[in-house]
């Protein structure tokens, strides 16, 4: 499952909502809690950190994990001094989605995000 949201406060909220619907009809609703936090969190700050463009929500499907990420347009910065103090203000934007995810035996992480969409990617492991 994949969708685009704009960057718009209403984001997060409309991200909630198609991902708990996503995974109830996929037979995973154990998993709705987790991951309608985990989406507000991924989707908000990527809406703070690019306001006004597009953002990118996946849910790819494997076997062995509940998997979301995020990809927004907030592009990687050439001075490495400014990339490391703006990649450590995100990771800490994220203790609530940290702390969700510790508690589910998961993992997160960000980084680049790939050509042909660019900017930045956040996402999230949870173990079935």
Not at 4 to 11: E, I, M, N, V, Y
Not at 12 to 29: K, Y
Request: net charge positive.
């Amino acid at each position: 499952m994949s969708f685009t949201l704009p960057g718009d406060a209403r984001s997060p909220f409309i991200g909630r909502t198609a991902v708990a619907a996503g995974l109830e009809a996929h037979g995973l609703a154990r998993y709705v809690w987790p991951a309608t936090h985990v989406v507000d969190e991924l989707v908000a700050v990527s809406v703070r950190n690019s306001p006004g463009k597009e953002l990118c929500v996946s849910l790819p499907h494997r076997d062995d994990a509940v998997r979301m990420l995020v990809r927004d347009q907030h592009p990687r910065h050439d001075r490495p001094d400014v990339a490391t103090l703006c990649e450590t203000r995100r990771r800490r934007a994220f203790w609530l989605l940290a702390a969700v995810v510790d508690d589910w035996g998961g993992e997160w992480g960000t980084g680049e995000a790939k050509p042909p969409w660019g900017g930045t990617k956040s996402w999230v492991r949870l173990p079935r």
